[in-house]
């Protein structure tokens, strides 16, 4: 990477940061069983934040080298900028590692093409009539910040994930069934082919209907819909409603809001969670942190900024890239296992649903603890097993009641989905509407 600090720049700003970050990745996609596309791409970026007269200017560029336009243009801006309350980072060291997995740079076309071709037939094998559909690619990324403050860091990061689905579109009837899973290392065939295998298992059952009439169910949720279900946790503890006093939470630090077997930890530096980083986008040094202990509500998620609005010290949890200020958000959002066997929670939920996929609930009041939408992919559960999919339901809950009062087990089996490493939820009492 080129230098990202000038001698314009340190002398005509009262304060900076300076944010830099490039990559290249590569990825096959398959759709309707055939490949559609190899997308080979590089990226790189600056990105300035100049204090002027107490007040922050912004700009960026897709060239690294573009250092003293970019800087002219901070400080053009500065004067329409936000006040410079805060302090950028300072000097710190984060004395914890990440490996890199330097195979992710290295990435053979054909090799993936060929893993795609043996996901459609794997997919075909167990049911001819679903279309397949596949993603796999990866890549190295790397970036670094400075600042006039003392902080100087970089960090190399390495992705890898895959996505792997059966579908069929047919005259009002839409069924999709997926399995995907992203991280940092390069993962093994077996385990995408595995994945292929689990969702042209479920498309299997799914194809198959069964009645629902609305009322109240005991509902168990897959980690892909308990994803849907925590969002009002996210949305609460997020640094810019606490500084702006419109989350519930504001003043519940260490009340118990949740069952005493509910633990949500931020994990900035799981080995197998994508979103990890050893510092954050304003090179706040991250950690390990609970934000639900035992039912217990332990932390909110701040950048430099909303830290300093709410009295409360940084988290590391500064989200950005080249063309976006830091925001705050969660790193690897990993809830604690429970002790209940899948199997037994299924033969528990008899009579109920089991929930695989939500649909619609970005239009929910996560601030008021809501979560409403449809089940677009949703079952019937007897005798244990998934008998057939439920078509045209919808629920609505309230998340902070559902894991205080309701939940009658938790699963020791969690799964990835995205960056949050959840159990399965077995819940009670869930209003379900269907027609």
């Known amino acids: 990477m080129p230098p990202i600090a000038t001698e314009k720049l340190t002398r005509a700003a009262d304060a900076f940061e300076t944010f830099t970050s490039e990559g290249r990745s590569l990825r096959v996609m398959f ?11 590089e990226n790189s970026g600056l990105a300035i934040r100049a204090v ?6 912004f700009s960026y560029s897709s060239k690294q080298d573009e250092v003293e336009q970019v800087a002219e243009a901070a400080l053009r801006m500065a004067p329409f900028g936000k006040p410079y309350e805060f302090k950028f980072a300072g000097p710190a060291k984060n004395n914890q590692t990440r490996a890199v997995d330097e195979r992710c740079a290295s990435l053979d076309v054909e090799k993936l093409v060929q893993l795609c071709n043996r996901v459609k037939d794997v ?8 279309m397949a559909e596949c993603s796999i690619g990866g890549g190295i990324g790397r970036s670094r910040i400075l600042t006039s403050t003392g902080q100087e860091c970089s960090e190399t990061d390495s992705s890898f994930g895959w996505f792997a689905s059966a579908k069929i579109a ?3 009837n839409f069924l999709q069934t997926y399995r995907m899973r992203s991280g940092r290392n390069l993962m093994d065939d077996a385990e995408i082919l595995q994945g292929a295998r689990d969702a042209a298992e479920e498309f299997k059952v799914a194809r198959k209907t069964a009645p629902l009439k609305t009322g109240t169910y005991p509902v168990l949720f897959a980690p892909s ?10 949305v609460s503890i997020n640094g810019l409603n606490i500084a702006k006093k419109t989350s519930r939470l504001v003043e519940s630090l260490g009340e118990k809001l949740f069952d005493e077997r509910v633990t949500i930890t931020d994990d900035p530096l799981h080995p197998e969670g994508p979103s990890g980083s ?43 890239s ?5 925001m705050p958000g969660l ?17 528990r939920a008899n009579g109920g649903l089991c929930v695989t996929q939500m649909l619609g609930t970005f239009t929910s009041n996560f601030l008021a603890g809501q979560v409403s939408g449809n089940i677009s992919l949703g079952y019937l559960v007897q005798d244990g097993q998934r008998v057939g999919r439920v078509k045209n339901a919808a629920l609505n809950v309230n998340m902070f009641d559902l894991l205080k009062s309701a939940i009658i087990g938790i699963s020791r089996q969690r799964e990835w989905y995205g960056s949050e490493y959840l159990p399965w939820l077995l819940v009670d009492g869930v209003q379900v509407s269907a027609r």
């Open 31 to 41: 759709e309707n069983d055939r490949l559609t596309e190899i997308r080979q791409g």
């Open 52 to 57: 002027k007269h107490g007040r922050i200017g």
């Open 123 to 130: 997919i075909k094998s167990i049911d001819p009539e679903a």
């Open 170 to 172: 047919e005259e009002g």
């Open 225 to 234: 819909a308990l994803a849907d279900i925590l969002m009002p946790i996210a």
């Open 278 to 320: 050893m510092y954050d986008g304003e090179g706040t040094v991250t950690s390990r942190r609970a934000i639900i202990e035992k039912g217990v509500l332990r932390g909110f998620v701040h950048s430099l900024s909303t830290a300093q609005q709410s009295g409360h010290q940084p988290t590391g949890n500064s989200m950005r």
């Open 322 to 326: 080249v063309s976006s200020l830091p």
């Open 331 to 347: 790193h690897n959002v990993v809830m604690d296992a429970g002790s209940d066997d899948l199997a037994a929670l299924f033969a």
